[in-house]
């Protein structure tokens, strides 16, 4: 089943800290830095993880850092316009609901299942679908370069790209002011309306 990662719900919990704190453009305390050490004493976390993850934030252009004495972190934009497949992206890389997508292209979503994984080299017919730890077999009879065995008649994979397009657009939809509950329960439900 899918599931946020425990890295991935820090980072929301760290850059949640940040905003909390203002300091992001048009924030009550805009010209301050949050330091990572702080966040990691204020949480419990340790250091060099909160250290580690804020630098990855930076580095894609999420936080701006300021060195020093006095330094620490501050959001580039506003927490209404960070998304939560901002901080997923950062985390986990591309979101990808089935490897067929992360291998043809969104664009296309014609496909199902996995370029590398080792769908009929196995034994057992349709059984062997359950058995995707053999990529070395799949490179050796073609299946790398020629995609899933199973595209031509695959029943689910347009739907399979429906529901990665619809999570995709409902992690875009999500923003860290409601994460963090900054954002009045009542201009979400007028936000939630209006996207319907």
């Known amino acids: 089943m899918l599931r946020i990662s425990k890295k991935a719900d820090y980072a929301v919990f760290l850059l949640g800290a940040i905003a909390r704190e203002g300091a992001y453009p048009g924030g009550p305390a805009a010209d301050t830095v949050v330091s990572a050490h702080e966040i990691a004493r204020r949480a419990g976390l340790n250091k ?86 053999a990529p070395a077999a799949a490179a050796t009879n073609g299946e790398a370069e020629q995609g899933c065995s199973l595209y031509s008649f695959c029943p689910s994979k347009r739907p399979m790209h429906v529901v990665h397009e619809r999570m995709t657009r409902l992690f875009r939809e999500i923003r860290l002011d409601e994460l963090c509950s ?11 309306s209006t996207t319907r």
């Open 182 to 192: 900054l954002t009045p329960a009542a201009d979400l439900a007028a936000v939630k």
């Open 48 to 133: 060099s993880v909160v250290a580690n993850l804020l630098k990855d934030f930076a580095k894609h252009g999420v936080l701006d850092s300021v060195r020093g004495l006095k330094g620490g972190y501050r959001l580039v934009k506003a927490p209404r316009d960070v998304s939560l497949h901002d901080i997923l992206e950062v985390v986990e890389g591309k979101f990808t609901l089935v490897e067929c997508i992360a291998h043809r292209g969104e664009a296309a979503g014609d496909d199902c299942g996995d370029d590398n994984d080792d769908h009929d080299s196995a034994p057992g017919g349709l059984l062997a679908l359950a058995n995707a730890s």
